[in-house]
């Protein structure tokens, strides 16, 4: 098993940074890709930015240039800067791992472990 917990949300204002930090605990050595996700009221979960365990991130397109994802292989802890925030960011940011629970030469097969989720909200 996998635990993850997240910290550094909070209320800003428009045009302010935050740095979210999720911290992996138990079978930390299956986890692959780490990343953030994030929901709004009246919305659906969505991926924000995720990072391989080499360090390749991805990001949406909406927080590309304002989002910076990170991750400490050694301390099993994904961060994600988010600078130039604006009210529509305001959401619960969720932390997620993949952890690998087989492989072959073709693919490989993947369990989702989540964070509790952290708020954060931006004000205009």
């Known amino acids: 098993q996998v635990q993850l917990v997240e910290s550094g949300g909070g209320l800003v204002q428009a045009g302010g940074s935050l740095r979210l930090s999720c911290a992996a605990s138990?079978?930390?050595?299956?986890?692959?890709?780490m990343g953030w996700y994030r929901q709004a009221p009246g919305k659906e979960r969505e991926l924000v930015a995720s990072?391989?365990?080499?360090?390749?991130?991805y990001y949406v397109d909406s927080v590309k240039g304002r989002f910076t994802i990170s991750r400490d292989n050694a301390k099993n802890t994904v961060y994600l800067q988010m600078s130039s925030l604006k009210p529509e960011h305001t959401a619960v940011y969720y932390c997620?791992?993949?952890?690998?629970?087989?492989?072959?030469?073709?693919?490989?097969?993947?369990?989702?472990?989540w964070g509790q989720g952290t708020q954060v909200t931006v004000s205009s």
């Open positions: 138990g079978d930390t050595i299956c986890i692959s890709t």
């Open positions: 990072i391989t365990s080499n360090g390749t991130p």
């Open positions: 997620n791992a993949k952890c690998v629970i087989g492989s072959s030469y073709y693919y490989t097969d993947e369990r989702d472990y």
